[in-house]
């Protein structure tokens, strides 16, 4: 187990500092001092201004010592002030984590629940009208751009039929809702936002399910259990299914920047106060400190997620757990 | 039964693709309308004879926008590609041929790479130096280049311990020769495959940039900024939302299914 850690850091340590790298990088591409943006083209800002906020942010240092420097910060989860309201970075973001990570867990069960049933299914009979059914939709669920489906949905399901919600996270009159209440109404508010998130990733998490059932049902011990005569619901879930999640499993750790992205999209559609549109106002404002702490955030993010991938597998696997013990 | 479904498909997919090349490349002489031209009176109008997709909110044609917007996707989306199969060809090519730290050096570059959510990149970037058709290229294909890498270096290990390789070392053949000679035209098969299914991942990138408002600037038109565009009428010009959005679809599917094909005859050669 230290073995496996030590590993895992001798690994993933030099990822981690190139994604600080990259992420400091991006701000000083800009043409200019990054506090141009936020100071130059607003004539209320004096010159004596701006000289004290680049020395605030280090801005008349050289580059390595500015990185040093930002980085010191950033090991104490520090990562400085916002450009626009001058709140601290970190205070503006652990608001808005709780509901882009809700969403993302919601729709990482839906995608679950949605892609592994239909995967198994398809493995079963490859070929048969099901599987090319579902074939064909998952192709087009995969090429629809999902920020397109979002607007068509919000149309239809909002505007049209007035079934859902389509903008915010609460109704206007939340706050003289009971907590039961309370809890329907988000979760109200969620079912466009989270579908949407889990759209794209449905249709490809499906296609891996499926092409890893139709490997694992092809072995020998599937043959062997259903020659002992052992019911096809059992070798399905109980025989195929253990070691047809394998993969997916590692699928899973690997989809999730694409998770924590497409909360850009979602959150900036459906006007929700999450981590993606306060990465998307950032953006569009300049304000480098959150921008930078976002992305990363986002890949660190991402990080866990695969080491909790690459733990999880070594869990459902026992060969890997007897190999790195050996 | 497979192989015949795969290959329709893949030909339907290929028959759309050089029918969308030739309007895009046709698109002067196609288009029914000039994409640019306002004409504030016939404003949003709903599809009718003299626009068969109805107009915008500047009156301007959307099929004709639609039609000068194919080029702008498609040119975006080989370019974008190009440079993406560059950069991972060579990435992919120097970490398998030589191994070692320049090995582990560059597999951590990508690693991280593909930890960053790539939206947040490719908006960080393009906020930061400005939107122009030529940055969304380069930044599309600086950030899609990791697959092709691992693909190539993959590839490249496990063929470069085979017979006819060793013999052209021992021929005395350049490291550059053994390379480009005899290793990357036996690895370009998957690099095709994943190339191919890239320019309709390139294409929905754009979209997504332009629809945020940092892809291809108005006036000129691309499907995202058609979309981008149509979201403001969206509850009185359902045309404006549903025909981008139908093209994007329709192109992407295209090249998905151009590539499952590719992938398929592969395996099976």
């Not at chain 1, 970190?90 to 629940?113: A, D, F, H, Q, V």
């Not at chain 1, 059914?133 to 920020?147: E, H, K, Q």
Request: proline share 5%; aromatic share 8%; with cysteine.
């Amino acid at each position: 187990m230290t073995r496996y850690l030590l590993q895992q850091v001798l690994h993933r340590g030099p990822v981690l500092l190139l994604i600080t790298v990259i992420s400091f990088g991006i701000m000083h591409l800009a043409p200019g001092k990054p506090t141009d943006a936020a100071t130059q083209f607003n004539p209320k800002v004096s010159l004596e201004a701006r000289q004290r906020m680049e020395q605030l942010y280090g801005l008349d240092q050289p580059l390595p010592r500015q990185y040093a420097h930002w980085m010191g910060r950033l090991v104490r989860f520090d990562f400085g002030r916002s450009f626009l309201d001058d709140r601290p970075v970190t205070e503006k973001i652990l608001e808005r984590l709780p509901i882009t990570l809700t969403i993302n867990l919601w729709s990482l069960l839906l995608i679950l629940g949605i892609a592994i049933p239909l995967g198994v299914l398809s493995a079963v009979r490859p070929n048969g009208l099901f599987d090319r059914l579902t074939t064909v939709l998952v192709f087009i669920g995969y090429s629809a751009p999902s920020f397109w489906v979002a607007l068509l949905c919000m149309a239809w399901f909002g505007v049209t039929l007035h079934w859902l919600p389509i903008s915010g996270i609460h109704s206007l009159d939340y706050e003289s809702f009971g907590m039961i209440h309370r809890w329907l109404d988000t979760g109200w508010h969620l079912i466009l936002p989270v579908g949407i998130a889990a759209f794209t990733s449905v249709a490809g998490m499906s296609r891996y399910m499926r092409s890893s059932m139709v490997d694992v049902l092809r072995q020998d011990y599937i043959r062997t259990a259903r020659a002992k005569g052992v019911s096809e619901r059992r070798v399905l879930f109980h025989h195929g299914l253990r070691n047809g999640l394998l993969p997916v499993i590692t699928i899973l750790g690997l989809s999730l920047p694409d998770l924590i992205g497409g909360s850009v999209i979602a959150e900036t559609i459906f006007s929700i106060p999450g981590m993606g549109r306060l990465f998307y106002e950032a953006v569009m404002a300049r304000d480098y400190p959150v921008v930078m702490a976002l992305v990363t955030i986002g890949a660190v993010l991402t990080m866990i997620g695969n080491f909790l991938a690459d733990a999880g597998y070594a869990v459902a696997d026992p060969r890997i757990r007897v190999e790195s013990r050996a | 039964m497979k192989a015949l479904l795969g290959n329709r498909l893949a030909v339907i997919g290929a028959l759309t693709l050089a029918a969308l090349a030739v309007v895009a490349i046709a698109a002067r002489w196609v288009a029914p309308h000039d994409p640019l031209q306002v004409n504030l009176p016939d404003a949003l109008l709903a599809p009718c004879r003299a626009y068969p997709l109805g107009t915008d909110q500047l009156g301007r044609d959307v099929l004709s926008r639609l039609i000068y917007g194919a080029r702008i996707s498609l040119l975006i989306g080989f370019i974008a590609v190009g440079i993406a199969v560059s950069i991972g060809t060579v990435v992919g090519a120097l970490a398998g041929f030589y191994g070692g730290w320049l090995d582990a050096i560059l597999m951590r570059f990508v690693d991280t790479m593909l930890s960053i959510p790539t939206i947040f990149l490719l908006l960080a970037i393009i906020a930061v130096i400005g939107p122009s058709i030529e940055l969304i290229m380069v930044v599309i294909g600086l950030t899609s280049w990791m697959g092709v890498a691992r693909l190539v270096r993959a590839e490249i290990l496990s063929l470069k311990e085979r017979e006819f390789v060793l013999a052209a070392h021992v021929l005395g053949a350049s490291s550059w020769r053994v390379i480009t000679k005899h290793l990357l035209p036996n690895a370009m098969g998957p690099v095709l495959v994943s190339a191919t299914l890239g320019v309709g991942g390139a294409i929905l990138s754009e979209s997504v940039l332009s629809y945020l408002g940092l892809g291809v600037q108005p006036p000129t038109p691309s499907w995202g900024n058609i979309l981008n565009e149509g979201r403001i009428a969206l509850g009185v010009a359902w045309w404006l939302t549903l025909a981008p959005g139908l093209c994007i679809l329709t192109t992407v599917l295209a090249f998905n299914l151009l590539g499952e094909g590719i992938r398929e005859r592969l395996s099976r050669q």
